[in-house]
């Protein structure tokens, strides 16, 4: 079973950055995988996507142009580069693949102040 591990989210200023990751037990990266994000009293949503080969990403319009998603398929790690943070990307962050084929993992929670 691979188990997926988020970190890098915490506490910024807006403005600021935070560069996440997602660590997979395993080899799993034959499939599109994702950034999701749950706001608090909101459902679960995809904010970056990118495929197994790194070629091809697609963000939500929330994001687009503020945060950038990336794979390192040797390290089974992705990553998402988060830049000109705003109070409305406060969120429990979550990597899974597009299609969801893995169980969630704790994600990690970033916090933007104004």
């Known amino acids: 079973q691979v188990q997926l591990v988020e970190s890098g989210g915490g506490l910024v200023q807006a403005g600021g950055s935070l560069r996440l990751s997602c660590a997979a037990s395993?080899?799993?990266?034959?499939?599109?995988m994702a950034w999701y994000r749950q706001a608090p009293g909101k459902q679960r949503e995809p904010v970056a996507i990118?495929?197994?080969?790194?070629?091809?990403?697609n963000y939500a319009d929330s994001v687009k142009g503020r945060f950038t998603i990336s794979i390192n398929s040797a390290k089974n790690t992705v990553y998402l580069q988060m830049n000109s943070l705003k109070p409305e990307d406060t969120a429990v962050y979550y990597c899974n693949s597009l299609s969801l084929d893995f169980s969630w993992g704790q994600g990690t929670r970033v916090t933007v102040s104004s």
């Open positions: 990118i495929t197994s080969s790194g070629t091809s990403t």
């Open positions: 395993g080899t799993i990266f034959t499939t599109t």
